[in-house]
């Protein structure tokens, strides 16, 4: 008959553990409370998606920031990049001309066509007056000259500020095209983007997989966490800092440390139309409880956290 106390005890934290949010005081005035493991989980995969090529980690596996997880088809993109490597270059020389103007040889030959092309009209303009050409003839190589002049006159100018700023747009489109080709390529690796483990990677080589779609998830390592719940009337007894003892059924003899870092502002209800002075426990803050990296702590696993109220919250 002793037992019995413990026993109701007992069931009655099995019956509200599922629900994550009653708790029962134990022996010395210890609060205990029931959560469960919660693990940060980081989708990762493509913007541009594609065919798998390879895959260089398995679920299970541990990773790193920076690994390489599945990799894409790129040979479609490795072709546009090689071609449009050759159109940054064409451009890059245009501009280069752009800026240098016409060389000297060919100011110097426009300089000696234009007064070669003058010297003849001079000539049939003497010609002309004497009755000897006609006038079309004349109109010809007036125009000629004239043509050759302002030829002459450009290339001595050198090149207008309009065709360099033209040639300089020309030369930033296809070197942004070229990014983003690069970045294209970029796209066609997936990389674990946190340190922890892959909890899910189902693909293999040949797979499709479409655009802005995860590859993979990984578990990011670092502090588990609890979430549990406290009662208004017990909120008290709950302050930031304070030392938890959890525990969990695959090690029931095995207490870990745990600490509380955050306690909600707001309240809850379960269930939220009940609002009567006698189920005012139904009102509940949620509390998470960060414990320190564990092998043995799997994400999902029901944990009992303890605390000690009665000696100050330790």
């Not at 541009?48 to 990799?71: M, N, T």
């Not at 960060?290 to 999902?300: C, D, I, R, T, V």
Request: proline residues 6%.
């Amino acid at each position: 008959m002793r037992r019995t106390p413990l026993l109701l005890a007992l069931l009655l934290l099995a019956t509200l553990g599922a629900r994550c949010a009653v708790p029962w005081d134990g022996a010395n005035g210890q609060l205990v409370l029931a959560g469960s493991l919660e693990a940060n989980d980081v989708r990762v995969g493509s913007l541009l998606g594609g065919r798998v090529d390879s895959v260089f980690a398995h679920e299970g596996d541990s990773v790193q920031v920076g690994d390489r997880l599945v990799s894409f088809d790129a040979s479609l993109t490795e072709a546009q990049i090689a071609e449009q490597q050759g159109r940054v270059t064409e451009a890059r020389s245009r501009l280069q001309l752009a800026r240098r103007g016409p060389r000297r040889e060919e100011i110097a030959r426009a300089k000696v066509e234009y007064e070669n092309a003058e010297s003849d009209r001079r000539r049939l303009e003497t010609l002309l007056r004497e009755g000897v050409v006609a006038p079309q003839q004349y109109d010809g190589a007036a125009a000629l000259a004239a043509s050759r002049r302002e030829t002459f006159l450009a290339l001595e100018r050198g090149t207008r500020p309009e065709e360099i700023a033209a040639s300089r747009a020309m030369m930033e489109q296809t070197e942004g095209r070229l990014r983003y080709l690069e970045r294209e390529r970029k796209e066609s690796v997936v990389i674990a983007t946190v340190t922890g483990i892959v909890q899910t990677l189902d693909l293999r080589p040949g797979d499709l997989v479409g655009p802005r779609q995860p590859a993979a998830v990984l578990l990011e390592a670092g502090p588990a966490t609890v979430r549990v719940y406290v009662p208004e009337p017990r909120l008290g007894a709950v302050r930031l800092g304070q030392l938890v003892d959890l525990r969990v059924d695959p090690y029931p003899d095995r207490v870990f440390p745990g600490r509380i870092v955050e306690i909600s502002s707001r309240a809850e209800y379960m269930p939220r139309n009940v609002q009567t002075r006698e189920q005012r426990n139904d009102q509940v803050f949620g509390v998470k409880i960060e414990a320190p990296p564990a092998p043995e702590l799997k994400p999902g696993m029901a944990v009992t956290a303890t605390l000690r109220t009665a000696e100050g919250g330790r």
